[in-house]
T-cell receptor, first 118, second 113 residues
Framework: GAVVSQHPSWVICKSGTSVKIECRSL??????MFWYRQFPKQSLMLMAT?????????EQGVEKDKFLINHASLTLSTLTVTSAHPEDSSFYIC??????????????FGPGTRLLVL | AQTVTQSQPEMSVQEAETVTLSCTYD???????LFWYKQPPSRQMILVIR??????QNATENRFSVNFQKAAKSFSLKISDSQLGDAAMYFC??????????FGKGTLLTVNP
């Protein structure tokens, strides 16, 4: 159990276009999902917290108009990179928060999406 | 603000031996959780072990165990009987009351046959 999927696994796009990345919790409901960005050989940096039914909250320095997040259901959050530029090329990872019996809470991660903007 | 520090960028271990990865953290919260995640070359983040700060007993998961020293804000990971499949980047993370994870910079573990 506790599987999180991401689609697509990798995408190449032209500069100026928009790209949508989906994050799904396959066997559990997640009221909260997170979006991270990871550059090569670096750690994960939290971009935003996605809350089902409400607006996402963004970390300092993350442009909300560039990285649009929608959490339309308890199993799906989407990240849209608008007007992508080469500097947006990165590895994007989502996670979903699972709360088990006894209030034990853990984040499970998707496999990531590699974005290359030409 | 929370900070997590992993002072070992790289570590290596012989197959079947034991290795310990270090992690220190700083938080102002009294209720928090600590995690070790593994990221193999596939880049899939895999939860290795978790520790609730209010628990004094160190968490264990098969060959993986932690040494949680709350006063020293230290949270090291011990891998016993290392296997080739343990080779990966290991990230220490802290989760506070806002449910956000703060990650360390990671330790790249190499397992030598």
């Amino acid at each position: 159990g506790a599987v999180v999927s991401q689609h697509p696994s990798w995408v190449i796009c032209k500069s100026g276009t928009s790209v949508k990345i989906e994050c799904r919790s396959l066997d559990f409901q997640a009221t909260t999902m997170f979006w991270y960005r990871q550059f090569p050989k670096q750690s994960l940096m939290l971009m935003a917290t996605s809350n089902e039914g409400s607006k996402a909250t963004y970390e300092q320095g993350v442009e909300k108009d560039k990285f649009l997040i929608n959490h339309a259901s308890l199993t799906l959050s989407t990240l849209t990179v608008t007007s992508a530029h080469p500097e947006d090329s990165s590895f994007y990872i989502c996670s979903a928060r699972l709360i088990r019996t006894g209030a034990q809470e853990t984040q499970y991660f998707g496999p990531g999406t590699r974005l290359l903007v030409l | 603000a929370q900070t997590v520090t992993q002072s070992q960028p790289e570590m290596s271990v012989q197959e079947a031996e034991t290795v310990t990865l270090s992690c220190t953290y700083d938080t102002s919260e009294s209720d928090y959780y600590l995690f070790w995640y593994k990221q193999p070359p596939s880049r899939q983040m895999i939860l290795v072990i978790r520790q609730e700060a209010y628990k004094q007993q160190n968490a264990t998961e098969n060959r993986f165990s932690v040494n949680f020293q709350k006063a020293a804000k230290s949270f090291s990971l011990k891998i016993s009987d290392s296997q080739l499949g343990d080779a990966a980047m290991y990230f220490c993370a802290e989760r506070g009351s806002n449910y956000k994870l703060t990650f360390g910079k990671g330790t790249l573990l190499t397992v030598n046959p």
